[in-house]
């Protein structure tokens, strides 16, 4: 069944990032299934020729390498897992780039670290890198580098992975597919369970529906999904989460069929500059803010002034991205320290005329100013933005 709401949202993304799962491209084997592979590329190859932009972001490394090393299941020392995504990972690459050759387009590999999305220069040069493999026609698949990653080889997933992607080359559609058919209401399988087609406000009472059944075979996990959906909603983009064995999944989300379950991006687009402080500084402490500030910030679109901070949560240096939390310590914001928290902790509640007496000088008028400031309570937010790429 068409739906015009999905039309109107496949319509207006020239780019898709299209993030598939181990539990797609693998069987139960642990071997690649080259077929699926196969199919997605030929349905890929139909939304290029429509004048799309694709960057894959491929998992299956890990799971392929578990069949080429000959181990009996997943392993969970590190070193075997890593060297398990370093033999899996040529194997994928040969899989998409054979399938993809067919079409007659060429694959470049892209893997990254989460330091590569905190560090700015990096991030702005994978940007670019994909950017550039557009210009050529090539078609990026990005998958984390797990061979070099130390914490995040258990904490990183692919799903956030894909949600910071969409994010760094302003994808306004993320398609998640993986091997359950959307989100339910219930255990997938439960009798009464219905799939939900439309999430119009995705927030964090979505979790509320994730049950035990739904953590799949990938790193991730249901709750993990939900959580980077959440960040890519927020952030501007809308994502679909569908089955990524259902035959001919990508075709019918190109037709604005109803298959999966859409999440609606929340608000306005957020600014890139933002989005990287969003979805890739990594936070080092938090600003305690008193009512009056944390209305200002979030509802106005303000900058912060020590004289609406109540408390200072960490240690950390001017630059820093800290959370701007209320005064029940719920994150209403990130934003970059002016200020680092030696100095916060002797200006704050004070004016801004104060500072110079406090510390001797006043190198900057706001603690955070707005340009460096992204709301994460988008339900309230102003979400003023500047145009810095
Ligand atoms: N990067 C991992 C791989 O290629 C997958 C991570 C995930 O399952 O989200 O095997």
Redesign the pocket.
């Known amino acids: 069944m068409r739906n015009l709401v999905r039309q109107e949202v496949f319509d207006s993304s020239r780019t898709l990032i299209i993030k598939i799962?181990?539990n797609v491209l693998t069987r139960g084997d642990d071997q690649l299934d080259e077929d699926c592979i196969r199919h997605l590329s030929e349905q890929i190859d139909r939304l290029i020729a429509a004048g799309r932009k694709v960057v894959i972001v491929?998992?299956?490394?890990?799971?392929?390498?578990i069949g080429i090393l000959g181990l009996a299941r997943s392993p969970e020392s590190l070193p075997a897992l890593q060297a398990?995504?370093a033999a899996?990972?040529t194997h994928?690459m040969k899989a998409w780039g054979e399938s993809l050759n067919r079409s007659g387009h060429a694959v470049a590999q892209i893997l990254v670290t989460v330091n590569d999305f905190r560090n700015r220069r990096r991030y702005l040069n994978v940007r670019n890198t994909i950017r550039t493999l557009f210009d050529f026609n090539v078609v990026p698949v990005v998958?984390?580098n797990?061979s070099v990653s130390i914490e995040e080889i258990t904490l990183?997933?692919?799903?956030?992975?894909a949600s910071m992607i969409a994010a760094q080359v302003a994808a306004p559609l993320l398609i998640m597919l993986s091997g359950i058919d959307g989100l339910y209401d219930g255990p997938p399988s439960g009798p009464t369970s219905k799939l939900i087609s439309l999430v119009e406000k995705p927030d964090e009472t979505l979790l509320s529906h994730v049950t035990a059944e739904q953590s799949s075979?990938?790193?991730?996990g249901m709750s993990?999904k939900l959580s980077a959906i959440i960040d890519a909603t927020s952030g501007g983009e809308s994502v679909i989460l569908a089955n990524g064995r259902a035959e001919g999944i990508l075709d019918q989300i190109s037709r604005g069929d109803q298959v999966g379950t859409l999440f609606l991006a929340a608000g306005a687009t957020v600014p890139a500059w933002k989005k990287w402080i969003r979805s890739a500084t990594r936070p080092e402490g938090k600003l305690v803010l008193d009512d009056g500030a944390c209305r200002a910030v979030v509802a106005e679109g303000s900058s912060l002034l020590a004289v609406g901070i109540s408390d200072v949560v960490g240690e950390f240096d001017q630059g820093a991205s800290v959370e701007l939390v209320n005064s029940s310590y719920s994150v209403v914001a990130r934003g970059l320290s002016n200020y680092g928290s030696v100095d916060i902790r002797k200006i704050l509640g004070r004016r801004t005329a104060q500072i110079p007496e406090l510390l001797g000088h006043v190198p900057y008028g706001e603690v955070v100013h707005r340009d460096n400031l992204v709301v994460t309570d988008v339900s309230r937010s102003a979400q003023l933005g500047t145009s810095r790429d």
């Open positions: 799962g181990s491929s998992s299956g490394a890990v799971a392929a390498g398990a995504a899996g990972q994928l998958n984390e797990d990183g997933d692919n799903d956030q992975l075979r990938g790193r991730g993990a």
